[in-house]
């Protein structure tokens, strides 16, 4: 099981990244630079996106949101447990995943609401949408760093043996 040595574990730390900051509150962002550039019939397409995806996060914040959110809490503080205390390199992995991942989430529920409460669109909601698309890249850019770091401080420290 180990993780930071396989090529495969930065292969989907990458493709998740990307996947993160391609998809802009479940809408595609080549598809809000159509909307800007062109105007017409794309920006419509996209605001109805953009509707119906913070509609569909804020349901489920509002329905779901405790569970979630005590479920998270006990998912991420048991991998950082057997990850870090115990010294399980699949847990850390995994918590090296999901952790800036759950960032990601709250900023989009929070970016959600204050596009819900603006009732953003045109110009408003493509700056809004441009900066949830930057923060999602910083947390990308530190978290890729951070695993980056801690993986090769496992690899170096582990050696070929491991435990």
């Known amino acids: 099981m180990r993780s930071f040595s396989n090529l495969w574990f930065w ?6 990244w990307s996947t993160a900051s391609h998809w802009v509150l479940g809408v595609p962002y080549d598809m809000v630079l159509r909307a800007r ?3 017409g019939d794309a920006v419509n ?11 569909r996060l804020l349901y489920i914040g509002r329905m779901s949101g405790l569970w979630l959110a005590g479920l ?20 850390q992995a995994l918590f090296l995943l999901f952790a800036p991942m759950t960032l990601v989430g709250l900023l989009s529920l929070n970016t ?6 603006e009732a953003a669109s045109g110009e408003v909601l493509y700056k809004r949408l441009f900066r949830h698309r930057i923060f999602v890249q910083l947390i990308g850019m530190v978290s890729i760093f951070v695993t980056a ?10 050696g070929q043996f491991g435990f």
């Open 112 to 117: 959600a609401r204050l596009i819900q409460d």
């Open 72 to 91: 998270t809490c006990f998912m991420l503080t048991g991998l950082a447990l057997l990850g870090f205390v115990y010294w399980v390199e699949f847990a």
């Open 149 to 158: 770091m801690w993986g090769m401080y496992t690899n170096l420290a582990l």
């Open 45 to 55: 397409d996209m605001e109805d996106l953009v509707r119906i995806n913070v509609g």
């Open 37 to 39: 550039r062109f105007g």
């Open 11 to 16: 292969i989907a730390l990458a493709v998740m």
